[in-house]
């Protein structure tokens, strides 16, 4: 386990997770696994890949990975995270081959002395790529005790027509999932349309990477699962840098994807 430390106050002796030691066990794992800052993970997906943006508080998580790591049984695993997210411990958003915890009020948990700045060899998580099982992402030492601020701006003149979700829904490859009614809500809920620009600057330049273009575009995530997500929160560079690093597909590549060629 990597350095770094957490704050657990005394008034948890109150609480109903103190009361049991195993659910308790689970609990503090699942603080000490969250991530310290926002990070970009890459997580197995069957024989693909896809890179997940994972926000302060949050983990990725895998029930064998887990279970192996608290010495337990998957089983008992999931029904104690099941327990803590009824409980209002934790939130799982399920995918189809991995989920995201993330720890309600994480900043409880968030060792800051003096309530300023960040403590000397504070954790800060560390990006890795999962085989096979999602592994969970981990902490490492925050030397230089300096975050990146990668918050989305706040763009309240970038769409004065009030028709961004329509060029949003337009601009996305493939509408498979929820239907349109469903997503606007979300799009409502989370004010996109005053983030228009920055959404759409990261919707294309997401098409170009990797995961949305092989394989005629079989892994590009549902349009539900990148909204719930919040993967339009992040710096467009970030994935500039991330497309700029792949291997460029030559024109024997293309045709031999779209089956002209053995």
Known sequence: MNNGCIQI????????????????????????RANYTDRWVTVATGRGETTVHIKRGQFIFGRLKAAEEL????????????????????DIQPDTHFSIVTICNYELYQWEPGGTGQADGQAKDNQRTTKGQPKDTDNKVNKDNKVKNTST???????????????FWKA???KKGKGKAQLLDKWKKDKLEA?????MQILEAEKKTEQWTKEGGRFIPLMSTWLNQQRWDCDVNDIAT???????ETAVDRARRRGEIP
């Open 71 to 90: 010495n337990m049984k998957p089983s008992s695993v999931r029904n104690r995270m099941a327990k803590l997210k009824k409980m209002q411990n934790v």
């Open 242 to 248: 991330t497309v700029a690093a792949q291997p460029q």
């Open 172 to 174: 996305w490859p493939g």
């Open 195 to 199: 983030r228009f620009d920055h959404v």
């Open 153 to 167: 701006p706040l763009l309240t003149d970038a769409n004065k027509n009030g028709d961004g979700f329509d060029k």
């Open 9 to 32: 106050h005394r008034k948890i002796m109150d609480s109903q997770v103190w009361k049991n030691p195993e659910l308790f066990k689970v609990f503090c794992w699942c603080i000490l």
